[in-house]
């Protein structure tokens, strides 16, 4: 069944939930397509939730984002690598984006993204039927090469085009394989040739967090030279950290010579299938109180960045724009 994503959107807004950022509002309203279009449901957002093989059960999942506190989030379809899960059946691209969105179609702060396998010989058509059904962005987990080569800049200019984000994994990955020099942050740098791309490393690149913030440096450094002609850099600190690293990548973090407010997200990790809510409570309450004293002369508005704001300029929901933020960058 061909499936998109203004087919399963059909007026839902996710349950109520405790936020810092006050009630929800009214229905957000409807665009041309059924799309829905401008501010959406206040409150957290969680930037890093996978799928695994199983039956969307959209409902469930709201009822967890309002048990942790949240709005929505954004939910990755299941890996496009057989390795992931070799007892479960293949999935093609299509269904893959089919399932993702289905599991997404219980409110409209919940927002699918496309696990894609950037060396595919046909990725870049993945990447134009995936936008074509209502993808809002790309998960990238690149562990048999280098994330950015003369093969997958291809694809990446593609969703550059279509004006798509990007969240890559970003640090240690525990495949059991020999995998993780090929997730050392500095493997980023070569997509600066990718003007006007949005992307994210996730984990805060732990144990490389000096390095993930190194590069962050740069590439912002880039864009004040050239402005959009680079791409936009943000840093996803779902926990990789263990709990006894977490004070000091955050404090490295927010306490740097860089401006990162408007460009760290927080994500859980969690499954959608069997949502962890303690773990996510437990996150938030560990995050918060260091946010806020990293950021004393403004940690409301900070923490309004982190958890909201800056999630929803990454995918493409937000007024808040580059050149705003920015003031150096011509766009």
Request: a negative charge; aromatic letters at 12%; hydrophobic letters at 35%.
């Amino acid at each position: 069944m061909d499936i998109s994503r203004r087919t399963f959107i059909g007026g839902t807004v996710a349950a109520a939930a405790p936020s810092i950022f006050g009630a929800t509002g009214s229905e957000p309203k409807k665009g041309r397509l059924g799309k829905y279009v401008g501010t959406l449901v206040p409150g957290r957002y969680d930037a890093h939730i996978h799928v695994h093989p199983g039956e969307p059960d959209p409902d469930r999942l709201v009822k967890s984002f309002a048990e942790a506190g949240l709005a929505g989030g954004v939910v990755f379809s299941r890996s496009p690598y057989a390795r992931t899960f070799p007892d479960a059946k293949p999935q093609t691209p299509e269904e893959a984006v089919d399932n993702v969105i289905a599991w997404c179609s219980g409110s409209p702060s919940i927002y699918p993204f496309f696990y894609i396998d950037p060396a595919a010989p046909d990725a870049c058509e993945q990447v134009d039927m995936a936008v074509e059904k209502g993808i809002y962005g790309f998960k990238v987990i690149r562990s048999d090469g280098r994330p950015v080569d003369a093969v997958t800049i291809k694809a990446y200019r593609r969703m550059a085009h279509h004006n798509k984000p990007i969240t890559y994994h970003s640090g240690i990955l525990w495949d059991g394989r020999d995998s993780s020099d090929n997730f050392r942050p500095a493997n980023w740098e070569g997509l600066l040739a990718v003007p006007g791309l949005r992307f994210a490393l996730a984990h805060v690149s732990w144990p490389w967090c000096d390095e993930c913030i190194a590069v962050y440096g740069k590439m912002l450094n880039a864009m004040a030279h050239k402005g959009t002609e680079v791409p936009e850099m943000f840093i996803d600190t779902t926990p990789g950290t263990p709990r006894v690293y977490r004070r000091e990548a955050l404090q490295r973090l927010f306490c740097s010579d860089y401006q990162v407010k408007y460009n760290v997200m927080f994500g859980s990790d969690c499954s959608i299938e069997g949502y962890h809510v303690d773990w996510t409570k437990d996150w938030l309450s560990i995050d918060l109180p260091l946010i806020r004293e990293f950021n004393p002369d403004d940690a409301d508005d900070v923490i309004e960045h982190v958890y909201a704001k800056n999630f929803l300029r990454f995918i493409g929901k937000s007024e808040e724009k580059i050149d705003r933020i920015y003031p150096q960058v011509a766009v």
